[in-house]
């Protein structure tokens, strides 16, 4: 007797030979696997400075740039205030007065809003006694008095604050430039300010408003503050410098806040200076005679081909 023969479903034998037709074409696939691109730029960062004392005397930094275009890249600028008094660690004297007055200034306000308070409470009563009239006549009074003492504090600490600005700016002349300028700040009018004579004031970079950081050196607690910029090399902002109206362009008072561009230059030549494999200088200032500062400066470059040192 004859055994049967069977036969497997026609949707089987299709997965089948599908298999092994994929099996076969993949010993004739001439795909390979992507190979990583060139690197077609090189950075590099270079110190240009290194926590240098700097007392407003010139600080000059030498580069060498490889022999390849610098086609982006930026400056990075640390700058420090130490202590004048390297014995009672005292800071700068004015810039003591200057935190001392903010304080006042604060107290002040703080005052007026208890007796503010007080007031309210009183007025808030069902009946209001002869004495309770005198007492808000007096605190009437002395909130008056107080906010007297905030007006005059409040030239105080404006006249102190474009003074201590100006004091510890920071400027930079770049290469191929001629001038320094000062990023990030503007100028005022000397004649509104009357300790400054006929010199022009740098106002807005901000650097002695950074609060005061501790560390420990040689087992001595030491206090320091530390603010640090960035430069784009394709483009920054510094003072007016006269660029559109043939001289400096000088503010009879700070600015409002959102006018920065108006009271600012770009600085757009950087780039194109850099030129390759040269030697160029970089000159900081940061500070004045007496003021303990110091300055920590690098720049970052992007070359255009893969050349290395």
Same mark, same amino acid.
């Given at each position: #007797?004859?055994?049967?023969?069977?036969?497997p479903p026609a949707g089987? %034998?299709?997965?089948?030979?599908?298999?092994?037709?994929? @099996?076969?074409?993949?010993?004739? &696939?001439?795909?390979?696997?992507?190979?990583?691109?060139?690197?077609?730029?090189?950075?590099?960062?270079? $110190?240009?400075?290194?926590? @240098?004392?700097?007392?407003?005397?010139?600080? *000059?930094?030498?580069? $060498?740039?490889?022999?390849?275009?610098?086609?982006?890249?930026? +400056?990075?600028?640390?700058?420090?205030?130490?202590?004048?008094?390297?014995?009672?660690?005292?800071?700068?004297?004015?810039?003591?007065?200057?935190?001392?007055?903010?304080?006042?200034? &604060?107290? +002040?306000?703080?005052?007026?809003?208890?007796?503010?308070?007080?007031? +309210?409470?009183?007025?808030?009563?069902?009946?209001?006694?002869?004495?309770?009239?005198? /007492?808000?006549?007096?605190?009437?009074?002395? #909130?008056?008095?107080?906010?007297?003492?905030? @007006?005059?504090?409040? #030239?105080?600490?404006?006249?102190?604050?474009?003074?201590?600005?100006?004091?510890?700016?920071?400027?930079?002349?770049? $290469? !191929?430039? *001629?001038?320094? @300028?000062?990023?990030?700040?503007?100028?005022?009018?000397?004649?509104?300010?009357?300790?400054?004579?006929?010199?022009?004031?740098?106002?807005?970079?901000?650097?002695?408003?950074?609060?005061?950081?501790?560390?420990?050196?040689?087992?001595?607690?030491?206090?320091?503050?530390?603010?640090? +910029?960035?430069? &784009?090399? &394709?483009?920054?902002?510094?003072?007016? !410098?006269?660029?559109?109206?043939? !001289?400096?362009?000088?503010?009879a008072a700070k600015p409002? /806040?959102?006018?920065?561009? $108006?009271?600012?230059?770009?600085?757009?030549?950087?780039?194109?200076? %850099?030129?390759?494999?040269? *030697?160029?200088?970089?000159?900081?200032?940061?500070?004045?005679?007496?003021?303990?500062?110091?300055?920590?400066?690098?720049?970052?470059?992007?070359?255009?081909?893969?050349?290395?040192?």
């Open positions: #007797m004859k055994s049967k023969k069977t036969f089987g %034998l299709l997965a089948a030979c599908m298999a092994l037709m994929l @099996v076969l074409s993949a010993c004739d &696939d001439e795909r390979v696997l992507p190979v990583n691109p060139p690197a077609y730029s090189y950075t590099e960062t270079i $110190t240009l400075l290194d926590n @240098v004392d700097a007392n407003g005397q010139d600080l *000059t930094a030498a580069f $060498t740039l490889l022999d390849a275009d610098v086609i982006d890249g930026f +400056i990075t600028i640390a700058c420090f205030l130490m202590p004048y008094d390297s014995i009672n660690q005292g800071w700068d004297s004015d810039l003591e007065l200057f935190e001392t007055i903010n304080d006042e200034i &604060d107290s +002040i306000i703080v005052e007026n809003g208890a007796f503010k308070n007080e007031i +309210i409470n009183i007025e808030l009563q069902e009946t209001i006694t002869h004495e309770d009239s005198l /007492r808000i006549a007096e605190l009437d009074s002395i #909130m008056q008095d107080n906010l007297e003492k905030i @007006v005059f504090r409040v #030239m105080q600490v404006d006249t102190l604050d474009s003074y201590l600005d100006d004091r510890f700016k920071l400027s930079i002349q770049m $290469t !191929g430039i *001629t001038e320094e @300028v000062y990023p990030g700040g503007i100028f005022l009018d000397p004649a509104n300010y009357g300790y400054a004579g006929e010199t022009t004031i740098v106002w807005g970079q901000g650097f002695y408003l950074v609060e005061p950081a501790q560390y420990d050196t040689d087992d001595t607690l030491k206090v320091r503050r530390g603010k640090g +910029i960035r430069l &784009d090399l &394709d483009e920054f902002w510094a003072a007016d !410098g006269g660029w559109d109206i043939g !001289g400096p362009y000088l503010h409002a /806040r959102g006018s920065r561009y $108006t009271n600012q230059f770009p600085i757009r030549e950087m780039l194109g200076n %850099l030129t390759a494999g040269s *030697t160029h200088t970089l000159h900081f200032k940061f500070g004045e005679s007496g003021t303990h500062t110091k300055v920590t400066a690098s720049l970052y470059v992007v070359y255009n081909e893969a050349v290395r040192r």
